[in-house]
């Protein structure tokens, strides 16, 4: 159906007419425009990366007299803090802990759907960034039952608060058994502690269901953040709370600017005063680190914060140094937030916050993510909340004003560690100006001696496997762990979502393709210390690894997947692996077999892919079965 200069697929207009509201139609054709801009600037990203792989360059820091792109604002400007940045509202001062997951479920009802946004509005958590990106199924229309269920739920929906007293209870229960204690008092105040916080899909996706009018897919971006903010900007401000987005996987000032004018001319069209729209923004790109006052800079007064975390980051760091055959990755396990480039990532973050801007005004740093689920042994629980807990105690004393977690019942493990420090945040605490030196540049791409093995290998493999699995399920989060470990309970399953699955075949990819030197013997496999981690090895390890995968129970690898997705994960991972030029992203191949359980057909597009990419670097990104014509 056309609306204007969009056309949404088949019936969905009507299935979904609370969601494809009629202001919320009216915003998407009025930004529709910008659909252009973003396939021309992500046209620029492939094309920057391919000269850097040509020419063999690192990335470095902008000319400081040089003007950020799509602004008159000079790069050595922005850096002095000369700019307007946002006052901190009072619903984001304190954000301890900030829960994150998607607000639906794969093939449910709405009533059992929308227990995800009473898990996360009932579990303590300062803010839960309700996730439309790397958490969040694409399978059929989930994307829409996302923002169905939110509207529902920030509406107080009388379905939803049915649910909630339900959950409440259900929370409590489990509450008892772990903590001795109720968490929830009273079900219908706890509703309105958390403040709702939207992540959109970045700029490299494009949605499943809408066209512009030219029949190109528009762009995920401009989908959610209308969707999300026109249907519950009223509600919020009725309640007094924010509307806060976070914003995923920029890489450039450039790309930041482009999201500050999107986000104005949608403040222009609903007629709220500029800066109401408030953005955190995830610093998940090498890129990005280089170019971080710029990029606080051009948003301006939308800005409130940044976000720090491992997986995102560490694929972005292993695709940018694609081409550098010294540049390897060890075991996923030894790349922590302490390690070589990311120490210095997080304290690049750390000093770019707390610069202040012309007022006078700081940035908010909130942490990383931690993933552990607390279900398993006595014992294998208290050892991974022990390090848990020390990591988050670690990030409060580096500044950090709060981190995330992946699971409801990790909320009120984690936040004490904020509560006994007290502050509400640690915003304007005093650390080093910035500088921009070689010294610099080096120290974001620092790799340090650390294990390359077999065992290390058949980790990021396992999971790689089940991860592409699980995607083609409709849950781009899932409780995961490696095979050999599955019917272990001292070994706790970890939240993996999009950008887990992401760098374990980048790794995977880099030790392939420049021959990383395993670092332990391996006696299963008769690898020696010194050996390199060959294609054959590779070879040797995905027959082991899928076939355990094949004899796994329905709890860890659903039956009904063991001939339908996962062979098509198993095709993807081997085609991925095995092309000679590193694939920019992963989620492409996963998308474009979305909905699909043809092997034969998955073979088809992925190769179809390939074959486009390596040609001239286009991306195939668009949904195979959206319908232009209906």
Not at 194 to 208: E, M, N, P, Q, S
Not at 213 to 239: C, H, P, Q, T
Not at 265 to 273: I, Q, W, Y
Not at 517 to 526: N, S
Request: charged share 25%.
């Amino acid at each position: 159906m056309i609306y204007n200069n969009i056309f949404i697929q088949d019936k969905l207009k009507e299935t979904y007419g609370d969601v494809y509201s009629p202001e919320a139609l009216a915003a998407l054709s009025t930004l529709a425009p910008f659909n252009g801009q973003i396939e021309e600037m992500m046209a620029a990203r492939i094309e920057r990366r391919a000269t850097r792989e040509q020419s063999q360059m690192r990335i470095t820091f902008s000319d400081p007299k040089s003007f950020i792109p799509r602004t008159n604002m000079k790069v050595q400007d922005a850096r002095d803090g000369k700019f307007e940045g946002a006052i901190i509202p009072p619903d984001l001062q304190r954000q301890w802990i900030q829960g994150t997951g998607p607000a639906s479920k794969p093939n449910a009802s709405l009533e059992s759907s929308i227990r995800n946004v009473a898990y996360a509005l009932l579990s303590g958590a300062d803010g839960w960034m309700f996730d439309g990106e790397d958490a969040l199924g694409q399978i059929n229309s989930m994307s829409l039952d996302n923002q169905r269920n939110l509207k529902l739920a920030i509406a107080k929906d009388p379905l939803f608060l049915k649910v909630a007293e339900k959950v409440a209870d259900e929370m409590n229960h489990w509450s008892r058994n772990f903590f001795g204690k109720d968490i929830i008092t009273n079900w219908e105040e706890q509703l309105n502690f958390t403040t709702k916080i939207f992540r959109a899909r970045g700029l490299h996706l494009v949605d499943r269901h809408i066209c512009d009018k030219n029949g190109k897919a528009m762009a995920a971006s401009i989908v959610d953040m209308v969707l999300y903010v026109v249907n519950n900007y009223d509600e919020l401000r009725k309640a007094g709370s924010s509307v806060v987005l976070y914003l995923p996987k920029i890489q450039t000032a450039g790309e930041a600017a482009l999201w500050n004018e999107m986000i104005t001319a949608l403040e222009n069209e609903l007629g709220l005063t500029i800066g109401t729209i408030k953005v955190y923004l995830l610093v998940e790109q090498l890129e990005a680190t280089f170019q971080l006052m710029e990029i606080r800079a051009v948003l301006g007064k939308h800005f409130v914060g940044f976000n720090t975390g491992r997986w995102d980051y560490i694929n972005s760091v292993a695709d940018a140094m694609c081409w550098e055959r010294g540049f390897i990755n060890p075991n996923i396990e030894a790349v922590v937030m302490t390690y070589g480039y990311m120490r210095n990532y997080e304290n690049r973050v750390r000093c770019a916050v707390n610069t202040p801007d012309i007022n006078g005004n700081f940035a908010l740093w909130q942490g990383g993510m931690e993933p552990n689920i607390p279900v398993g042994t006595k014992e294998g629980v208290t050892a991974s909340m022990k390090r848990a807990l020390a990591g988050a105690e670690r990030e409060q004393r580096e500044g950090a004003s709060g981190k995330w977690v992946a699971h409801w019942k990790m909320v009120n493990i984690i936040r004490p560690v904020w509560e006994k420090a007290g502050d509400a945040n640690q915003l304007g605490r005093r650390f080093p100006a910035l500088t921009y030196s070689q010294n610099d540049a080096d120290g974001l791409l620092l790799i340090e001696n650390a294990p390359t093995t077999v065992r290390g290998a058949r980790n990021l493999l396992s999971v790689a496997l089940q991860y592409g699995n699980a995607f083609g399920q409709g849950m781009q989060a899932a409780a995961l762990k490696p095979a050999d470990f599955f019917g272990d309970d001292n070994i706790l399953y970890l939240m993996e979502d999009m950008a887990t699955g992401e760098i374990r075949l980048s790794i995977l990819w880099e030790w392939v393709h420049k021959q990383a030197i395993l670092t332990e013997d391996d006696p299963e496999t008769g690898v020696k210390a010194g050996d390199t981690f060959s294609l054959t090895v590779f070879e040797t390890l995905l027959e082991e690894e899928y076939g355990k995968l094949l004899k796994a129970n329905n709890r860890d690898v659903f039956d009904s997947s063991k001939d339908t997705t996962l062979p098509i994960s198993r095709e993807i991972v081997v085609a991925y692996i095995n092309n000679k030029a590193k694939l920019p992203w992963f989620i492409d191949l996963l998308n474009i077999n979305l909905n699909n359980m043809d092997l034969n057909l998955a073979k088809d597009r992925i190769w179809l892919y390939i074959d486009a990419f390596s040609k001239d670097g286009k991306r195939i990104t668009e949904n195979p079965d959206l319908n232009h014509t209906s």
